[in-house]
């Protein structure tokens, strides 16, 4: 069956009007109360779901804090034994966006704690569980998973009963009707956070159960933080009212390949983000991401003619030199109006596009992924849209679904002293 997207030419793209840094904390476009109309400008049948659940994240993540706090009592009851134990492993885990939840967490959530937090996917634990579990310490599995029906979501924590000797679950899902969720609901070492029921996301690509997960989770092993929640919904707000102009203009000027750059917990959005224009385009954009000093090792070959690059810029004063330092590389490289600068602060004075959410301003790098990745899922969009593509539905072909196929689990042998096939 033919791609959904047909490929553009490969030409020149259109170079969009110069943009210089722009603060939406002063927005010179006037905001409108209707966020998902705002968004569904050009939108017809077959997007309405990716539409809707962009523009509801800001009430979503008020949603899920207000929740988290309601259950503080009973999440600090279960996690306090957990944390006071110092030789404790906090092991950050989901498939596809889900996995990259703990991408971006993990290096925050390790410097707040004072303590271990790594990031390995489902599928790194279910294929190499020995490895995944190679020491066995007292181990907080945190699952991050949107429709909680991935057999690797299931598998993982399984294996992780059976590899280690002392494991308890955090699992936070969008759906309450998921084999995640009734797997561990009411069970002894696990604990259950559901998302707010609208993150369960109707469209093909992960946005509102992102971001609600990766927010959660921030709040749950990090603390309460109101002023993070406002500032957030305040920003996101003020992306999909006043920024979707410069949006669309990007994705109407031609380009064929999209590179995303960001440092530390940045990379793992960095990483989401070229997913999210992946899926929504059925993979007529080529995209690619990496860090501000990883790219020059080899990666920067994706470089050409047809590549827009945006750069998520840190708020961590030593690693934002290295951001800038691309920044300035990128624009030599590409020309200035093909490098997008996004950043919570002001960026020294640079033909070019430098969005500031200010906003955003004294947010750590967690906290500001959960913002920045708006633009990435409008940019997503708006290129899905101008291709003809349906978001809601990428691959009416079925070549890749919403919630993964085609998984076989296999057992892993008695001789491991761990899963074997049921009598």
Known sequence: MPSPVSRRSATVPRQPQPSREHSLSNPTATSTPAASATIGHAAGPGSEATVREIAQQPDVWREASANIAAQRTDIDAFLAPLLSQSDLRIVLTGAGTSAFVGDIAAPALSRLLGRRVDAVATTDIVSNPRESFA??????????????????????TVLADQVLTDVSHLILTCNEDGN???????????????????????????????????????????????????????????????????????????????????????????????????????????????????????????????????????????????DLDIIAELRTALSPERVVAISSLPLPAADGHSWILSDLAGLDDAFLAVGYIVIAQLLGLSFSLTLGATPDNPFPGGTVNRVVKGVHIHPLSASAGTLTNAS
Do not use: W
Request: charged share 20%.
């Open 135 to 156: 020491e066995d310490v007292p181990t907080l599995l945190v699952s991050f998973a949107r429709s909680g029906n991935s057999p690797e979501s299931s598998a993982a």
């Open 180 to 322: 995640l969720f009734t797997d561990h609901q009411g069970r002894a070492h696990s604990k259950v956070v559901l998302m707010p029921r609208r993150s369960n996301d109707e469209g093909f690509a992960m946005t509102s159960s992102f971001t609600s997960m990766l927010l959660s989770s921030l709040l749950i092993l990090g603390g309460a933080n109101d002023d993070a929640v406002a500032a957030l919904s305040t920003a996101a707000t003020q992306i999909i009212d006043c920024r979707q102009p410069e949006i669309r203009a990007l994705a109407e000027a031609g380009y064929e390949r999209i590179v995303y750059i960001g440092s530390g917990p940045l990379t793992g959005l960095a990483r989401e983000s070229a997913l999210k224009v992946l899926e929504l385009t059925a993979g007529a954009i080529v995209t690619y991401y990496d860090s501000s000093l990883g790219f020059r090792h080899g990666p920067k070959a994706v470089l050409d003619e047809t590549t827009l690059a945006l750069v998520y810029v840190s708020s961590d004063p030593y690693t934002r030199e290295y």
